[in-house]
C-alpha cells in the first residue's frame, strides 16, 4: 500500500537556522498539507497545497514558513530562521481526490524538529 | 473560529470493558469526522470516520456517532484490549476550501491488563 514518506525522521538545528523538511506525498493525490505536533499537544493545520499554490495557510505560517512542491513528487516546508518554539513534530499528509467531499488524509511517519 | 474540544484528555479502562471519546466541533458547516489513533513516535492512521450525513457508523469493536445538532461525536470502543492503548484524535473537515482538519486536542488511553 503507498504510504507517504518524509525526511529527515529528526532534524536538530540551532536556532536562526534553515531547515528544509521533505515529504513526498502519494502519487496520484492532489493535496497536500502540513500539520505540527508541539509535545503533548494537538495537532495543528500549517497549510494546505493545491494546484501548486497554497490554497489556505494557518495564522501560524508566517513570513518565515514557506511550501514547495519542487518536482513532481517532493513537497517540502522550509522554515528560514528557526525559533525554539518551531519544535514539534512535523506531520505531511495528501489526499486523493476520488470523491469531491473530504475524505481520508494519509499521514506520513513526521519530522521531530528540535532546535536549540 | 474553528474549534474542535475533545473529552477526556486521559482515559483508563479495564481490559474488556468500553471507552468513549467525546468531541465537539464549532463549524457547522463541518460535514466529515475522522478519528485518528496515535501509537508513541509513530503517525496517526485513520481508525474510523463518519460523514454528517449518517447518525452511526461501526466497525467491529469501534463505532462512531453523530450528532449534527448539538454539533457532538463520540467514539466508541468496546471490549478494549492493550493494543488499543494510544492516543486518539478526532477531526473535522468540510468540503468547502480546503478539507483541512481540524483536530482535537487528543485522549490518552490506556487499557489496564
Known amino acids: 500500500e503507498p504510504e507517504v514518506t518524509q525526511t529527515p525522521s529528526h532534524q536538530v538545528t540551532q536556532m536562526g537556522q534553515e531547515v528544509i523538511l521533505r515529504c513526498v506525498p502519494i502519487?496520484?493525490?492532489?493535496?497536500f498539507y502540513w500539520y505540527r505536533q508541539i509535545l503533548g499537544q494537538k495537532v495543528e493545520f500549517l497549510v494546505s497545497?493545491?494546484?501548486?499554490?497554497?490554497?489556505?495557510k494557518s495564522e501560524i505560517f508566517d513570513d518565515q514558513f514557506s511550501v514547495e512542491r519542487p518536482d513532481g513528487s517532493n513537497f517540502t516546508l522550509k522554515i528560514r530562521s528557526t525559533k525554539l518554539e518551531d519544535s514539534a513534530m512535523y506531520f505531511c499528509?495528501?489526499?486523493?481526490?476520488?470523491?469531491?467531499?473530504?475524505?481520508?488524509?494519509?499521514f506520513g511517519p513526521g519530522t521531530r524538529l528540535t532546535v536549540t | 473560529g474553528e474549534n474542535v474540544e475533545q473529552h477526556p484528555s486521559t482515559l483508563s479502562v479495564q481490559e474488556g470493558d468500553s471507552a468513549v471519546i467525546k468531541c465537539t466541533y464549532s463549524?457547522?458547516?463541518?460535514?466529515?469526522f475522522p478519528w485518528y489513533k496515535q501509537e508513541l513516535g509513530k503517525r496517526p492512521q485513520l481508525i474510523i470516520d463518519?460523514?454528517?450525513?449518517?447518525g452511526e457508523k461501526k466497525d467491529q469493536r469501534i463505532a462512531v456517532t453523530l450528532n449534527k445538532t448539538a454539533k457532538h461525536f463520540s467514539l466508541h470502543i468496546t471490549e478494549t484490549q492493550p493494543e488499543d492503548s494510544a492516543v486518539y484524535f478526532c477531526?473535522?473537515?468540510?468540503?468547502?476550501?480546503?478539507?483541512?482538519?481540524?483536530f482535537g486536542t487528543g485522549t490518552r488511553l490506556k487499557v489496564l491488563a
Open positions: 463549524d457547522s458547516a463541518s460535514n466529515y
Open positions: 502519487s496520484n493525490h492532489l493535496y
Open positions: 463518519i460523514r454528517s450525513n449518517v
Open positions: 477531526a473535522a473537515s468540510k468540503t468547502s476550501g480546503t478539507y483541512k482538519y481540524i
Open positions: 497545497f493545491y494546484n501548486n499554490e497554497i490554497s489556505e
Open positions: 499528509a495528501s489526499i486523493g481526490m476520488r470523491d469531491p467531499r473530504p475524505g481520508e488524509q494519509y
